[in-house]
């Protein structure tokens, strides 16, 4: 019963912290374009939030490893809100630069990148303890948990950046993370943990250790890439058509209610379906709803009904991830394979977001969503081939050894 509990409490901590980011997922982007006037500023603070953990793999390692219950998740996480303060102090006592977006990106992204890893992992240790299948179907029932703030957070956002409640949206995530720390404190983790001097498992080992795993994080990598043309050219595009907040907000509450859809069914099925495959459709249905929105974003329902089909399909592309991580490691490389996720995706991310605003600004938003979702295609598509050619050699392999 305790087991089930604590996973009730992540799962609920997961939900509270999600809602306060998608709300200043809104309301951050044209906060900074408002207030610097420049487009590349838009991504400024997710870019460098992607800073620190794109490096983690060299310093977060033994940190990482020392948050194994509620606890100690706690610590990072208001870290990560003593960062996410900057900016809406800033923006309420004297205006935001570039500086303040950039250094609330840093603090913020250093605490994330311990925390992160380290929640997915302590979910699937809590699933290990109530039987075998469980570690899968807890982290698909954390995923739908924060897919859920999808649907309810846009239209709220787009509510108040009409009504000029901007800049208030901007305490909404720090809140949110607040409430979820004190949640999940009382969480029971490992009984015991690894000495901090030991050396942590090396990111590099659980990359060259796990074929199937490697080009799925590969695929994740390209869309953490491509993320930004969604996120940063929509909420771009709907202000150069005099539509600000409108289109990323239709486009994430469509993105949300089709992700919510499907992860429903992901618990379920997380046994039935082959990862690789699952992963590659999934990545290529998404991109190619980023080069339908790009050609009708014209019409605001069109943008939400393409969001939602590309939504649907994601959270079988997540689980394929997470069902092969919970099954094939435990403890200290469980640990490292979670981050070598999150390096991959969130770290492609930075490098997208970070660069994503100058590439709007110079090549247009809807160019930019074109080639985004034709490279996820790409990836996906070679993943399949390169898996397919694998196992056609060890197939002629074997023939040759009989």
């Known amino acids: 019963m305790g087991e089930r509990r604590d996973l009730g409490i992540l799962l609920l901590a997961t939900a509270v912290s999600w809602m306060g980011q998608r ?227 239709a486009g994430l509450t469509g993105y949300g209610i089709g992700s919510v859809s499907g992860a429903i069914l992901v618990p379920s099925m997380t046994g039935r379906l082959s990862a690789l495959p699952t992963a590659a459709v999934a990545w290529i249905v998404l991109g190619t709803s980023f080069v339908a929105i790009a050609a009708g974003a014209n019409s605001v329902p069109f943008v939400g009904a393409c969001a939602a089909v590309g939504g649907a399909v994601m959270p079988f592309g997540i689980a394929a991830v997470n069902t092969l991580i919970s099954r094939r490691t435990t403890g200290g490389e469980r640990r490292a394979a979670f981050a070598a996720e999150s390096v991959a995706h969130d770290g492609a991310s930075t490098v997208g977001m970070l660069f994503g605003g100058a590439i709007i600004g110079v090549a247009g938003a809807r160019p930019t969503l074109v080639v985004a979702g034709l490279l996820q295609i790409a990836a996906a598509a070679f993943a399949l081939t390169r898996a397919d050619g694998r196992r056609a050699a060890e197939r002629a392999h074997a023939g040759l050894e009989d």
């Open 23 to 249: 709300l200043t997922a809104v309301a951050l982007p044209l906060v900074a374009l408002e207030q610097t006037g420049s487009a590349w500023t838009t991504g400024l603070v997710a870019g460098a939030a992607g800073l620190p953990l794109v490096t983690s793999g060299w310093w977060a390692g033994r940190l990482r490893r020392l948050v194994t219950d509620g606890r100690s998740l706690s610590v990072p996480m208001l870290v990560q809100v003593a960062g996410l303060l900057i900016v809406p102090v800033a923006a309420s006592t004297g205006g935001v630069t570039a500086v303040h977006l950039a250094i609330a990106g840093l603090i913020s992204g250093s605490a994330a990148a311990v925390a992160g890893p380290a929640r997915h992992a302590l979910t699937a240790d809590i699933g290990d303890r109530l039987g075998a299948g469980t570690p899968a179907r807890a982290l698909a029932w954390q995923d739908l948990a924060h897919r859920v703030s999808m649907v309810i957070a846009p239209p709220i956002a787009a509510a108040a950046v009409a009504a000029g409640g901007t800049i208030p949206l901007l305490w909404s995530e720090c809140c949110g993370i607040v409430l979820a720390a004190l949640l999940q404190f009382p969480v029971r983790g490992e009984r015991a943990r690894p000495p901090f001097r030991e050396p942590p498992v090396r990111l590099r080992q659980v990359w060259h250790g796990h074929a199937e795993l490697r080009r799925i994080i590969v695929m994740s990598g390209v869309g953490g890439l491509a993320w930004f043309a969604f996120t940063l050219g929509l909420a771009v595009l709907g202000a150069q058509v005099g539509r600000p907040g409108v289109l990323i907000a």
